[in-house]
């Protein structure tokens, strides 16, 4: 009980203050029905008129919020299962290498392969022109070593006691440049060779063979160089094994004989590496998938949390709403002499004795004024001398239903007397 009436005063409390009517509906909401019931019950009426008119208002606020944040992680959660299945399609949809649907991993694998093979540019290989030089100029004096930012700054391009040498590696075969005397050249066919590179792997991931690939580039690259007025660039060819025992680097400056060696030695380990690349992009394609899925499966799974919360928290607040709405109800005169939510149609209170102990008919005449019916102890009396006074109002008149409406009231009353003074002759 002293619990019960602290309650009741922090709810007055709260209708002095505004700013708290929403801590007082969220703990309502929170609280079981029956705690829920006996607080609204202690409740003034004018507080329960304005929790009515709050809860409504927020109630309001819920539904355009909760709408916006629903579509709005649906259309998350609908974003990355489209990513998921564009990936998923993506994946179905490759055939092999050389196929039209497939030329972007082709493209990754040919990438890989030339640079994993000898390195980007295979800076740290033994140069076939190095060693012919050495052996040309074993008596000549060294130049002197470049810094080694100046040399570090061109990738590909390594220094030597007698110059420059430029280089690019690409499916365990080595294609490199004679040595050259100053930087610039050394640079100018680099980057010769960089454009051979491209082509070669352009074509070879196409499907092309590997000799067709490698002596279109050569042919392209000399024609272009030709063609812009440039000196041809003396290269060599060198196949690294670096898997064989013993001799693992065959070195030559024929194409042909190059093709022939790289044909016997590294072809099949390059088939080799190219399917374990194709494996692991495929790999790593379903593992990618499979991220997107899982994320567009928390997506759609918090979507549906938020849903079903909205859902419940709307549920409370409607049997709040309920609650506050009967609260209401039965603190007015109505409820608490007759027991009803509202009075029909055609009826009002009235005061006999005590303060609306009374009910009566409320009879309208056709120059729109009222006449109060007799006064009446139940509900269901009222309502039959309401009908019988419209009958007679709309078979004889104004006049006739007045005078039915007088002869009544006196029958009640004088009704009303008799009992009264039957009441008091039996004490």
């Known amino acids: 009980k002293t619990s019960g009436c602290a309650s009741d005063k922090a709810d007055a409390g709260h209708a002095s203050d505004s700013g708290s009517l929403r801590a007082l509906l969220l703990q309502l909401v929170k609280s079981p029905r029956t705690e829920v019931t006996a607080r609204l019950r202690g409740m003034p009426e004018p507080l329960l008129a304005q929790l009515a008119v709050e809860l409504e208002a927020s109630m309001e606020e819920e539904d355009s919020v909760g709408s916006a944040t629903t579509s709005r992680d649906r259309r998350g959660s609908d974003d990355v299962g489209a990513k998921a299945a564009r990936v998923s399609g993506e994946s179905s949809g490759s055939s092999g290498i050389g196929s039209s649907s497939d030329e972007e991993e082709t493209e990754q694998i040919s990438l890989a392969l030339c640079n994993e093979a000898l390195g980007a540019d295979s800076d740290d290989c033994d140069a076939f022109g190095e060693s012919r030089q050495n052996e040309a100029q074993t008596d000549a004096t060294p130049a002197q070593p470049a810094s080694k930012s100046q040399v570090s700054r061109v990738r590909g391009v390594r220094k030597t006691h007698a110059g420059y040498i430029a280089s690019v590696g690409m499916e365990y075969l080595e294609i490199g440049s004679f040595c050259v005397k100053t930087l610039d050249d050394a640079i100018d066919c680099h980057i010769s060779l960089v454009q051979l590179k491209q082509l070669f792997t352009s074509r070879f991931g196409d499907g092309i063979s590997f000799r067709s690939a490698l ?213």
């Open 215 to 427: 002596t279109e580039a050569m042919h392209t690259m000399r024609s272009q160089r030709r063609a812009s007025g440039f000196s041809p660039v003396e290269v060599y060819f060198c196949v690294r094994c670096l898997w064989m025992e013993g001799k693992n680097q065959m070195r030559t400056k024929e194409l042909e004989k190059d093709i022939s060696l790289w044909e016997i030695h590294a072809s099949s380990r390059s088939e080799s590496r190219r399917e374990t690349l194709r494996e692991r992009l495929e790999t790593r394609r379903k593992a990618e998938e499979d991220k997107l899925r899982r994320k567009a499966e928390a997506e759609r799974r918090r979507a549906d949390r938020c849903v079903r919360r909205a859902a419940d928290k709307r549920r409370r607040a409607e049997r709040l709403r309920a609650l506050i709405s009967g609260a209401l109800q039965k603190k007015s005169p109505v409820w608490q002499t007759w027991k009803v939510a509202e009075l029909p149609a055609g009826l009002q209170l009235a005061t006999l004795r005590l303060e609306h102990d009374c009910v009566c008919s409320i009879l309208t005449l056709h120059d729109g004024s009222v006449r109060p019916g007799p006064l009446r102890k139940s509900i269901r009396e009222a309502e039959t001398d309401l009908e019988h006074l419209r009958a007679v109002q709309r078979s004889r008149g104004d006049d006739a239903a007045c005078a039915e409406l007088e002869a009544r009231d006196v029958q009640a009353m004088t009704a009303f007397f008799a009992s009264r003074l039957h009441q008091g002759s039996h004490r």
